[in-house]
């Protein structure tokens, strides 16, 4: 499962952008992490996972970027 593995650097999503901006969001909001999850509308332990570096499906990737307020494309790396 894509959840249960790092983002390394030959990943095409910047695993480490969306876990800051996702931390920051959550610092602005001044919410704990399971309320964060609950406004999300991401699982917990997803959320949990994803502020340690983790990447989340594609669903929930989704409804992260959504609620951190950025286009998809931010996230996304060149490959070569």
Do not use: Y
């Amino acid at each position: 499962v894509e959840e249960k593995r790092r983002g390394s650097v030959d990943d095409p999503i910047d695993a480490d952008e969306l876990r800051r901006r996702v931390v920051e969001r959550r610092q602005e909001l001044g919410l704990s992490l399971r309320a964060a999850a609950e406004d999300s509308g991401v699982p917990f332990n997803t959320l949990s996972r994803v502020e340690k570096g983790h990447l989340p499906d594609l669903a929930n990737f989704s409804r992260l970027v959504a609620w951190v307020g950025l286009d998809p494309a931010n996230f996304f790396r060149a490959t070569p």
